[in-house]
Structure formats: structure tokens, C-alpha cells
């Protein structure tokens, strides 16, 4: 069965940086699309960003230049690097694969 675990997340603070992991299991890795979610309290799930089995990326308008999403196909993983994190990066962060979800971890940018 799919099997995503997201790791990572913490309390850092503005400025600061994080990087995500999402181990995946249960699904051939390297042929899927694979996201990163988030949601911040209050709000609705927003896509952060994506990466093809070919490797192109895209990003939300509000994390692009900041955040680098990238996938290692030997290890099965995807990772979300976060540069200049800001207060409003505070979310639940999803690893996605189609209708897999993962089981979120949270981030926290505070001072």
C-alpha cells in the first residue's frame, strides 16, 4: 500500500530554514508527480509545489525564489528545501502523491 512520511518540520525562526523530507513507499517513486502541500490554521490547503517524474518543478507564487523542491529516486524520497521562511509559512506540510497524503508535519516560524 502507499505510504508517505513526511519529516522535518519544527520551530525555527524568520529568516531561518527547514528542509522537508517525504519517505515514500507501496508505488514505483520515479513515475509519479509528486507535491508538496500546506495548510495553515484557519485556512484552506493550499499546493506549494510539484515535481514531475521528469524532473520539472513549479511553485506557488508566494514561495517562489525561497523554497526548492527536489526527489531522489534511488532513495524513494522528495524534499522541500525552505530558505527565508516568514510567519506565514506556518502550516501543515503534506507530502502528496495523487489521492496519498501523507500524514503532515508541522512548521512553525515564529520569534
Known amino acids: 500500500q502507499v505510504q508517505l512520511v513526511e519529516s522535518g518540520g519544527g520551530l525555527v525562526q524568520p529568516g531561518g530554514s527547514l528542509r522537508l523530507s517525504c519517505a515514500a513507499s507501496?508505488?514505483?517513486?520515479?513515475?509519479?508527480?509528486m507535491s508538496w502541500y500546506r495548510q495553515a490554521p484557519g485556512k484552506e490547503r493550499e499546493l506549494v509545489a510539484f515535481?514531475?517524474?521528469?524532473?520539472?518543478?513549479d511553485y506557488a507564487d508566494s514561495v517562489k525564489g525561497r523554497f526548492t523542491i527536489s526527489r531522489d529516486n534511488f532513495k524513494n524520497t522528495m524534499y522541500l528545501q525552505m530558505n527565508s521562511l516568514k510567519p506565514e509559512d506556518t502550516a501543515v506540510y503534506y507530502c502528496?502523491?495523487?489521492?496519498?497524503w501523507g500524514q503532515g508535519t508541522q512548521v512553525t516560524v515564529s520569534s
Open positions: 502528496v502523491q495523487s489521492n496519498y
Open positions: 507501496g508505488f514505483t517513486f520515479s513515475l509519479y508527480t
Open positions: 515535481i514531475r517524474s521528469s524532473g520539472r518543478t
